[in-house]
């Protein structure tokens, strides 16, 4: 299976709970890139399964848009505080999906690429906020994953 992760965009830092923040103009543009370099490089997920917080929403929302024929499921396990385990045993029931992108947050999202990678400190990788980057899973094991590429929305 091909693994996207992507961060949410730039969100507000303010608001009347954190599950409440949205993305601010700068991060709506960050979004809007993230869709349009993957529509211009053929990251087509099949799949796109979003956190149900509203910034990580509102960041699976533009990138969909921009890619014809994405599938998008907001999914209650991908909120704050994923864990590895928690995605490695829920990813069982799209099995189906060749590709498929995960839209979430910090920390969550460097701990399971260090994990997919078998790295032994998990922080050590940061994901920056829109941050997209590419696995090729062959096994939901510890380290049964390869990196395929990690690009900063700066460069996008």
């Known amino acids: 299976m091909k693994l996207h992760l992507l961060r949410h965009a730039e969100a507000e830092t303010r608001?009347?709970?954190?599950?409440?923040?949205?993305?601010?103009?700068k991060g709506e543009e960050q979004a809007v890139k993230v869709g349009n370099f993957c529509a211009r490089h053929g990251i087509e997920p099949e799949l796109i399964l979003?956190?149900?917080?509203?910034r990580a929403r509102q960041t699976a929302d533009a990138v969909a848009e921009r890619l014809s024929g994405?599938?998008?499921i907001?999914?209650?396990w991908a909120a704050c505080g994923m864990l590895p385990e928690t995605f490695c045993g829920e990813i069982a029931a799209y099995k189906k999906f060749s590709s498929?992108?995960?839209?979430?947050?910090?920390?969550?999202?460097?701990l399971l690429a260090a994990r997919l990678?078998?790295?032994?400190v998990?922080?050590?990788?940061?994901?920056?906020?829109?941050?997209?980057?590419?696995?090729?899973?062959?096994?939901?094991?510890?380290?049964?994953?390869?990196?395929e590429f990690s690009v900063p929305v700066k460069l996008m």
């Open 100 to 110: 498929v992108m995960l839209v979430g947050h910090q920390p969550d999202l460097g």
């Open 117 to 120: 990678l078998g790295l032994a």
């Open 74 to 76: 907001e999914v209650p």
């Open 50 to 54: 979003s956190s149900p917080v509203i």
């Open 15 to 25: 608001a009347t709970s954190d599950r409440s923040r949205r993305l601010t103009p």
């Open 122 to 147: 998990a922080e050590s990788l940061h994901v920056r906020k829109a941050l997209l980057i590419g696995f090729e899973v062959s096994s939901w094991a510890i380290g049964g994953s390869r990196l």
């Open 70 to 72: 994405a599938e998008l």
